[in-house]
């Protein structure tokens, strides 16, 4: 079965890092589109940064260009998502997500707080 799980959120002051992790399960995570998505409270759920399967190419939300790199690591079976100069409003719960055959697959979430 299809699984995700995201790890490595916690608390930092602001400009600081993070590097979150979502390990796959139950499919050859090379072969797949990955996405982060964060929801911060009160908010909907928005898209971060995306990896896709076929070339490798990413995309980052404006808000995040520059300062966050997904990457994959296929012996690892995961993508990361490495965070700096982190601001308050990166404060969320970050999820990954794929699909496969027109299902949407999500972890559960991981939960970052940006705060001095």
């Known amino acids: 079965q299809l699984q995700l799980v995201e790890s490595g959120g916690g608390l930092v002051q602001p400009g600081g890092s993070l590097t979150l992790s979502c390990a796959a399960s139950?499919?050859?995570?090379?072969?797949?589109?990955i996405g982060w998505f964060r929801q911060a409270p009160g908010k909907e759920r928005e898209g971060v940064a995306c990896l896709s399967s076929s070339d490798g190419s990413t995309y980052y939300a404006g808000s995040v260009k520059g300062r966050f790199t997904i990457s994959r690591d296929n012996a690892k079976k995961s993508v990361d998502l490495q965070m700096n100069s982190l601001k308050t409003e990166d404060t969320a719960v970050y999820y990954c997500h794929t699909s496969s055959l027109g299902i949407d697959y999500w972890g559960k979430g991981t939960l970052v707080t940006v705060s001095s």
């Open positions: 139950g499919f050859t995570l090379e072969y797949y589109y």
